[in-house]
C-alpha cells in the first residue's frame, strides 16, 4: 500500500478504493475491527484482494438463497460516487447508458432502430444525466432478451456498475406496423427505466423521449392482435 523509496502514499479511489474494503471485510472481524478502530493501520498489512470478488459473491449468492430474489447490492457504505464521477455524468462528458438486444426470435428492425434512438436521446438529455448522477453506480448496462421463454426482470448491481437484464416474449411484435414497433420499443425502455429507479432508490425519473414516428396502438389494433393470435394457437393446436 505504500509507494517504493519516500514517497507519500498514492490515494486509493474508484475501483482500487472498493475492492480494499471488500478486502477489510474479507479479512475478518478480527482485523475489521482493528482497521475501524485504527484506520492507519491499513498501509501495513498485504491485503489480499482477490478475496473481494469472493465476499462480493457469497453475499449475492446467500442474499438470493435465503431471500429468493437477486441481491441489488451495493455493499451498504462500500460506494458512493466520487464527485468528479458525477460532475462528468451531469455535463454529458462520460456515456452512462448502453444497451443490448439479442434473442432467438427474429427483432423487427423498426423496433431496434426505434430503441437504439430512445437510449442515445436519454443518454444526451441533460434531466436524465442528472437523474443518474443520483446513483452510486457509474454505468447502467441494459440487456433485453426476445424468446419463447417466460418473461423476467433482474436488475444487480456491481463494483460501480448496474446491469438491467430482461426476458420478453418475441410474440409481442405480432401485428404491429412500423410506427406501433417503435411505441412499444419506447413503453419498453421506458417500464424498464422505471423499475431500475426503484431498484435503485432514485428519484422519479424524467419522461422517456419517444421517436416522432412512434404511434400507439389503437382498440382496433388491439382486436386484430388478439384475433390473428387466437388463429395462430388454432392452427398450432391442429398441427
Not at 498485504?46 to 438463497?65: K, P, Q, T
Not at 447508458?97 to 432467438?104: C, I, N, Q, R, V
Not at 434512438?117 to 453506480?137: C, F, H, I, L, N
Not at 424524467?206 to 382486436?223: G, I, N, S, Y
Request: negative net charge; hydrophobic residues 40%; proline residues 8%.
Amino acid at each position: 500500500m505504500v509507494a517504493p523509496s519516500e514517497a507519500p502514499p498514492v490515494p486509493l479511489a474508484g475501483d482500487a478504493l472498493i475492492n480494499l474494503h471488500f478486502a477489510v471485510v474479507a479479512a475478518g472481524r478480527s482485523r475489521f475491527q482493528q482497521v475501524q478502530e485504527k484506520p492507519e493501520q491499513v498501509a501495513e498489512y498485504a491485503w489480499d484482494f482477490s478475496e473481494s470478488d469472493s465476499l462480493a459473491e457469497a453475499i449475492s449468492m446467500s442474499y438470493e438463497g435465503t431471500a429468493g430474489q437477486p441481491w441489488l447490492g451495493p455493499l451498504p457504505g462500500f460506494h458512493m460516487a466520487e464527485p468528479e464521477e458525477s460532475t462528468a455524468i451531469v455535463t454529458g462528458d462520460v456515456p452512462w447508458l448502453s444497451l443490448a438486444l439479442h434473442g432467438d426470435t427474429d427483432i423487427p428492425a423498426a423496433y431496434f432502430d426505434a430503441a437504439v434512438t430512445v437510449v442515445e436521446m436519454v443518454q444526451g438529455a441533460p434531466q436524465w444525466r442528472t437523474w443518474w448522477s443520483r446513483a452510486e453506480q457509474r454505468d447502467l448496462d441494459i440487456e433485453i432478451e426476445y424468446t419463447s421463454q417466460a418473461e423476467r426482470s433482474c436488475v444487480t448491481t456491481r463494483k460501480g456498475r448496474a446491469w438491467a437484464s430482461f426476458r420478453k416474449n418475441g410474440s409481442r411484435f405480432r401485428g404491429l406496423n412500423k410506427g406501433g414497433l417503435a411505441y412499444l420499443a419506447a413503453t419498453d425502455l421506458e417500464a424498464i427505466l422505471t423499475l431500475v429507479s426503484t431498484s435503485l432508490s432514485l428519484p422519479t425519473p424524467p419522461q422517456v423521449p419517444r421517436p416522432a414516428h412512434a404511434t400507439p396502438p389503437t382498440r382496433r389494433d388491439d382486436v386484430a392482435r388478439a384475433r390473428l393470435e387466437e388463429l395462430r394457437q388454432r392452427h398450432r393446436k391442429r398441427s
